[in-house]
C-alpha cells in the first residue's frame, strides 16, 4: 500500500507540474477529471503539494475543494490503516457480502 500511495504521488506531482508549464505556454491542458482521479487513487498528497509548490489551482474551484476533502479521507483512512483498525473494520463489511455463485 505505501509503494502505491509513494507512485501515485510521484505522478500525481509531476502531472500538476506538467499541467502548470502547459498552462504557461499556452499548450494542450490536462483535464481536470485526469488531476482528480489521480488525487481519488492515492495522489492527494503529492497534488497538494504540487499546488502549492508552483501555485497551480489553488484558487480554481471546484477542484481545490475536491482536493482538500479527498486528502482529508486519505488522512483519515491512512490513521484508521497504521492503528489497525481498517483491517477488522473491512473483513466486518466484507462478511456482508453475499458469496459470488
Known sequence: MLYWLGVANGIAFGLMVVDKRRAEAGARRISESTLLRWVFFGGAFGTYAASRLVRHKTRKQPFATQMIVILALEI???????????GPLVAAMLAYLPDPA
Open 76 to 86: 483519515i483512512l491512512l490513521a484508521l490503516w497504521a492503528s489497525g483498525f481498517l
